[in-house]
Structures are given as C-alpha cells and as structure tokens.
C-alpha cells in the first residue's frame, strides 16, 4: 500500500537557519503531496501542497518540490524562525475522499 | 481554505460517562470525513472513516461499540465514546474532504477521563 516516510526528529535549529525535512513516499498511482504543520495543541493546517510531478508548493516561506524520479517531497525553508517551532507532516493523497496517508511527522524546535 | 469546526476543544469527564465530540464543515459539504487520534508525540492514528447516510467504516482494532460515529448530514459527523475510561484520555482530531485534492482539519479535541 501507500506509505510515507520522512525523517525522524526532533530537529533543533537556531533562529535564522536552513531548515530540511527530508519525506519520500511510495505509491501505485501518481499521488498529490502535502505538508501538514501542527502546532501545539491544535489541529493540522495545510502548510502547501504539490499534485503532479515538477510542481513547486510554497507558502510562508517553505517550499517543497514534487519530484517523481526520486520519489520526494523535501521541506526546506531558507531562514526559520522561533514561531516555526511545531510538528511538520508529510502526506500523500492517492484519489479523492479517502483518507491521507501521514509520515510519523518530525517535531521542529527553533531557539532564539 | 475550508473551514473544519471541532467542539469541544477540551473536555474533562469522569470514568464511566460518554462524551459526544462534534465535526462541522462550516462552508462546504463533506461527503466523507475522517476521525483521528493522536498520542503525545505520536502520528495520527486513523479511527474511522464517517460517511453522510451510512456506517462508519473502522479501522482494524478500534472498537466501534467504544467510539459511535454518527454523519447524519453533509455537514456534521459526531464521535461519541461511550463509557470512558482514563485508556481513553487522547486527543482527537477530524478531518474532512469533499473530492478536493487535500484535507481540512478540525481543531482537535482533548478528552482527559478522570
């Protein structure tokens, strides 16, 4: 079946840092690709996304890049900051209305 | 993007009561929406898929006697679990999709059984 894996955390950066966090996935079809951010305490929220091959998804100055050939859908952010602290998940969406399939996500703590 | 309304956000109840937890789509209609839950620092463990007019389909090894899923209309699906026990102490989280590509979340809620 379908999978996602990203890496493992937690991951601490300083204040103004390069951020990657590293998902490759595995499924039969051609997914849409996700990034889910969870702050503490609350629900998901959609943090970008990609839905084919090529596709560049950003948003707040995360990026992610849908790459079929590796399989991958790598965070980055260029310079991050103490309020990107949270959980970040990986997620893949093989057909409409059914369930995402979620990385075991990678818990980010940025310090001043 | 679409809104997702989780209530309550936190709820306290004593061992042996049942708690409804309730999951609106507040601007679209969800055909299908998803319960979670979630340990501390853990990934979301998918529960059950709820769809409007029908049976909520389980996940192997949640017992669905325990957790009563309801999606009575396109715009409500409610979780109840019924006689809690402090086992049951997690945060819950729903989400929904109505054929779009991603999925919105509700706020989560945080059940602690005392």
């Known amino acids: 079946g379908d999978s996602v894996t990203q890496m493992e955390g937690p991951v601490t950066l300083s204040e103004e840092a390069f951020l990657t966090i590293n998902c490759t996935y595995t499924a039969t079809g051609y997914p849409s690709l996700f990034w889910y951010v969870q702050y503490p305490g609350e629900g998901l929220q959609l943090l970008l996304k990609?839905?084919?091959?090529?596709d560049k998804g950003s948003n707040k100055g995360f990026e992610a890049t849908y790459r079929k050939e590796t399989t991958s859908f790598h965070l980055e952010k260029g310079s991050v900051q103490v309020s990107d602290s949270a959980v970040y998940f990986c997620a893949l969406s093989d057909q409409g209305n059914t369930p995402l399939v979620f990385g075991k996500g990678t818990r980010l703590s940025v310090i001043a | 993007g679409a809104v997702v309304s989780q209530h309550p956000s936190w709820v306290i109840c004593k061992s042996g009561t049942s708690v409804k937890i309730e999951c609106r789509s507040l601007?679209?209609?969800?055909?299908?929406m998803f319960w979670y839950r979630q340990f501390p620092k853990q990934s979301l463990m998918l529960m059950a898929t709820s769809n409007e007019g029908s049976k909520a389909t389980y996940e192997q090894g949640v017992e669905k006697d325990k957790f009563l899923i309801n999606h009575a209309s396109l715009t409500l699906s409610t979780l109840t679990v019924t006689s809690a026990h402090p086992e049951d102490s997690s945060f819950y989280i729903c989400?929904?999709?109505?054929?779009?590509?991603?999925?919105?979340f509700g706020q989560g809620t945080r059940l602690t059984v005392v």
């Open positions: 989400s929904a999709r109505a054929g779009s590509t991603e999925a919105f």
């Open positions: 990609a839905t084919k091959a090529d």
């Open positions: 601007d679209f209609q969800a055909t299908t």
